[in-house]
């Protein structure tokens, strides 16, 4: 009994000690019970991260929101959180009563109808661990995200051809561990309450601070790539501490919650349905207006992070014909009846029906003349072309405005700008992929993917040049780029042997052949290596720029030489990159996951002697490379070629390009096991761009669609699909067309689809 005061009743600090030591026994509620209250800690759950991540986008996608009605249309997405959230928790109620059940059956075999011992129930809950794993990872998404996690794994050297080697039983042990981790932490969530108020508070603190810092590593560590390895794994261990924070307060002394029951049973009732009408209302306008929203579409799925996961776990419980696309939540599905129709699949020629559901039918016509506006452009010969030699600067990441010629305020480039001054500079050019594996064959075959063409590199060498590799990545290049007589080995080793070894090379060439020396510069590519002379700073966009410093310093040594011995009379340059760089642009860094700007546009500076410098502001792109230096140096373009010559523009002449495309897909694979194992859906991005300054990138995976005015709006914050729906329906029927051929025509050996990397490369993978 507690003690009493002198009144002869219980002192509130004295009922405050009574129950820290002496809990009160709470019955064990029902079975119904039981699961409305794991429903309720799933949906309490939802609530509690989609406060924190409505706070959050409200001020990281202020520059998005085109209205206040869009905040508020965001604010009612949310209600699909708390539905979600809620079915999670009665599906972890329903597992966690059968795992009991399981463990009461093992623990009775185990002591035969004795009292269990710590041992006997130690050894009752790893069988139950291990059926669990079993049974879950029969489920491809739950198999698939364990391997995913040894796929990051394989990444560390050593690693890989072990982990791969053992995939399967690891990745079942992997399952097993994270069933023991949740079942951990509800159990210490039911024992919470029994616990001291100082052990209370601190456990409290504990959940919320890693809830938090799970939180803030899913929304802001390169949001848009490791989304079924860490992003998901975020989103769990978020999920399941919330839920725990949820139940650890409601398995919280009987007066903690004393306040509540003092409302009453009738207000508790109101105030309740007033909540569900709310979220009814909110959650049937989500259903019938989310995809009418591209703005907030692509928000959701690009830069949410709790809401996202929900929005996907829906789309996948109403995917009837079980094909990955929802015809529910704007999941792009046409027709869920069929597994045949659904945005995913490869168009069918004249079939009648859109197979992929973004382009209409396609018919023969449609491909030829897709084909014919290409050819037609690189038919004409060119009178005035001269055999000259041809030196090619491949430099791997390099972002077009960060560089002087591009208007880049920081002394980054004065030698290349020195060579631009002299060129033509492509003000707006294109790679046809943000990833180097997927980039290279269109801008060695200019082509929009790899149609195992001649490369313009072979048709060169076939025309009697002297093609020299100055390689550094020599696997990844001897892919893509083909018909090279001599590989500099001395090159490989750095960027000042390359430069030394072109020099020695190139100026002992016989002079009796014209020379095509290819210069592969990896060195603006992560790792940013510091370099004495060129520091602009610790940030890593500082030692970005001062990569790029050093490449053009090694760079101005080989065009000083040129200078010296006459090269620059008969030498054709040309600077390109196949990709730029993201440094913070949507919480997105590094490169290979999107289409917008800084990771698609490029330099592209071409010189010729003789020929009158120019700024070009058309949009062209990087598979125009080599149609326009077989036309420069009187070679006929193949016909096959989509790439277009460039020397119209160069010339100052009157040409309009075609639209220009670009995509980008991948798979989670291991660079050990090749595609064939890949566990993670295929992910594929395409763009177009118009000559008038309109770009729509459309995703395939979240069926979102989005519409730029690149020249009032360089940055890319506004969407205006839906504010421009003429101007959308025309780009998308383009868009759909490319999405159409390109599926259909790509071989299916393409090496793009292949992924397997050189593993001796020096550099990273991308």
Known sequence: MPPRSRAGVVSSQDSDQSFDHQPPKQE??????????????????????SAIEWIDLSFQLTPVFQSTSERLV???????????????????GLFAHAASFLKARFQSVLTKGKEPSRSHKLLAALAVAASAAAALSLQPHIHGYSVSLLRELEKFPHLGRPLVAAETPLSYLVVMGLFIGCWTICTLARQSGEWSALMRRAWLLVLLAIIGAAYYADSRIEVQQYEYSMHRSMFLVATALAMAFIASIHSSPARSRSSVRRLGPRLITISAGLVVVALLAALTFTFANFDKNQNLKTQVFYRSTQMKQYFKLAQWALDFDRDGYSPYLGGGDADDRRADVNPGVIESVGDGVDNNCVGGDLTQQAIEDWQRQFSALNAASNPEAKRLNVMFFFIDTLRADHLGAYGY???????????????????NAYTASPYTYE????????????????????????????TILFPRRLSMLLRHVKGMEQTVDAARRGLKQTVDAAIEVLGSAPSDRPVCSYIYVPDPHRPYRPHEGFDFGPAQIDRYDGEIAY????????????????????????????????????????????LYDDQMRVPMIVYVPGQSPRRIPDYVTTADLGATILKLVGIDVPKEYAGVSLLALMRGEPFTHPPIYGEHFMVGESIYAGPEKAVEPESRKYMVVTQDGFKLIYNRNFFNFELYDLKNDPLELHNLYDRMPQKSAEMKLLLGRFVDISGLLRPRDADEHKFFRGLGDDEDND
């Open 28 to 49: 064990t509620p029902s079975f119904p019970s039981s699961l409305r209250n794991y429903a309720f800690a799933g949906a309490g759950a939802a609530l509690l991260l």
């Open 74 to 92: 965001l604010t009612a997405y949310f209600s699909l959180n708390l539905m979600v959230g809620l079915v999670i928790g009665m599906v972890v």
């Open 409 to 427: 305020k920081r002394n980054t480039s004065p030698n290349i700008d020195k060579l631009a001054a002299r060129s033509s500079v492509f003000e």
């Open 439 to 466: 980039a290279a064959p269109k801008f060695m075959q200019s082509a929009y993917w790899d149609a195992h063409y001649e490369t313009w590199t072979e048709a060169l060498a076939r025309d009697g040049y002297n």
């Open 551 to 594: 490449t053009d310093y090694h760079l101005g040594r080989l065009f000083d030489w040129m200078e010296q011995a006459g090269r620059m009379n008969d030498t054709m340059i040309v600077i390109m990159s196949d990709h730029g760089e993201s440094f913070g642009e949507r919480k997105v860094y590094k490169h290979n996951s999107q």
